[in-house]
């Protein structure tokens, strides 16, 4: 069985581009020239450029000695929270808006849960000149004070979604509309694997970047390519998609995907969609969505601001589908504790999102001989203000 999408934007039975007629330009431009402007040598040579002189690649593949003694396996962690702007989100906003700008786009859009892909956005339009404005949740933007200031100060506008639940899906709502109302000069960075194709497979090329540098790391200090783990939290799930990527197709790699539980997958309050969702369609792509009966959203809660979305990407939706990937749920309190435990065990303070990832490896079953590579997809400074009110510490 190979993972791969098809000329549509399917994986399996999900992906695809539902959209609104107004919107058809703008997809068909992308779905044209992607391709053919990631595969030039100009591209090329501007992306990894950048990657290696701006973000800071390639980030160190770190053996996490005493989590490893802890867990009784070789635990190694993937430091995307080293990047420049402290997550993995930079390496999808680096290529797209090389692309944007290839593409003769004048003035970017975004939508952001977290912050971090509001600040990568952000950065790169600081960067490259471009006018840039980023949609959040008001409730997200309470919680992420700190990313919001780093927008502002980095010149973006950054606009409260102030429907729904207040959060990433209707924050990507409100840029969705914003791109139907301003189709010509406007390139959307949609930053996670969903969204209209081609997005969800646009986005995981540039983060397949991440699993491309831990199979020659794992080389070096393992004498092997393949871990028998790759663990990574889900929200949207582009660190998971770059994390996976290029293990799609290694059927002796276990693919570990870690959804947020919330207050736990019964209570009403949880963000576990392959657990409480159902095929169906959001922001574009056919994917497993949190809905009622009739087809409204679930509005998904999550302790940390980038897993809290009702959906996964459709690649994740396929992986699952398909049994090709295994699939988790960590409770709130349970991905602090893992925070914590990091922190203490490694001096290494992780996004709340990352923690989701960490807490699962205590519900993984695995061998003592077994190499895991936990994708650490950002660093915990934007949540300080969480781990404060939580407390546990």
Not at 26 to 41: G, P
Not at 178 to 200: A, E, F, K, L
Not at 366 to 377: E, G, H, T
Request: proline share 4%; net charge neutral; with cysteine.
């Amino acid at each position: 069985m190979k993972i791969e999408v098809d000329k549509k934007g399917f994986y399996g039975k999900f992906g695809g581009a539902y959209i609104p007629e107004m919107l058809q330009p703008n997809i068909e431009e992308l779905r044209d020239n992607y391709e053919k402007i990631m595969e030039s040598e100009e591209f090329k040579k501007e992306f990894h450029s950048l990657l290696q002189d701006y973000v800071g690649r390639p980030t160190p593949l770190y053996y996490a000695k005493r989590m490893s003694e802890k867990y009784g396996a070789k635990i190694y962690l993937k430091r995307e929270d080293l990047c420049h702007t402290g997550a993995h989100k930079i390496n999808n906003t680096i290529g797209q808006i090389i692309l944007a700008k290839k593409l003769g786009k004048k003035r970017i859009i975004a939508e952001t849960g977290a912050g971090q892909h509001g600040v990568a956005t952000a950065t790169v339009c600081a960067l490259m000149g471009m006018d840039c404005t980023v949609y959040m949740g008001a409730v997200d933007m309470e919680r992420q004070k700190p990313n919001v200031e780093r927008m502002r100060i980095l010149g973006a506008e950054v606009v409260p979604a102030n429907s729904g639940s207040k959060t990433l899906k209707d924050a990507t709502n409100e840029a969705l509309r914003q791109w139907i109302s301003n189709p010509v000069d406007t390139h959307y960075i949609i930053g996670s694997v969903v969204g209209p194709h081609p997005y969800p497979e646009m986005v995981a090329r540039f983060q397949s970047v991440i699993s491309e540098e831990i199979k020659k790391q794992l080389k070096e200090k393992e004498g092997k390519e393949n871990p028998d783990l790759v663990i990574a939290c889900v929200g949207g799930g582009s660190n998971a998609a770059g994390a996976f990527y290029h293990y799609y197709n290694e059927e002796s790699v276990r693919l570990i995907a870690v959804e947020a539980a919330g207050l736990g997958i019964s209570s009403g309050k949880s963000a576990a969609t392959t657990i409480l969702g159902k095929p169906g369609v959001l922001h574009g792509s056919k994917t497993l969505l949190m809905q009622t009966e009739d087809g409204q959203v679930v509005e998904p809660h999550s302790i940390s601001a980038g897993l809290d979305y009702p959906g996964i990407g459709p690649v994740h939706a396929h992986l699952f589908d398909v049994g090709r990937g295994e699939f988790f749920a960590v409770k709130d309190e349970d991905a602090m504790k893992a925070g914590i435990e990091l922190s203490r065990l490694e001096g290494i303070i992780p996004a709340i999102e990352s923690a989701h990832a960490l807490a699962a490896v205590k519900e993984v079953k695995f061998k003592s001989s077994d190499i895991i590579v936990l994708n650490l997809s950002g660093r915990g400074d934007k949540d300080l203000e969480t781990y404060i009110k939580w407390g546990g510490y």
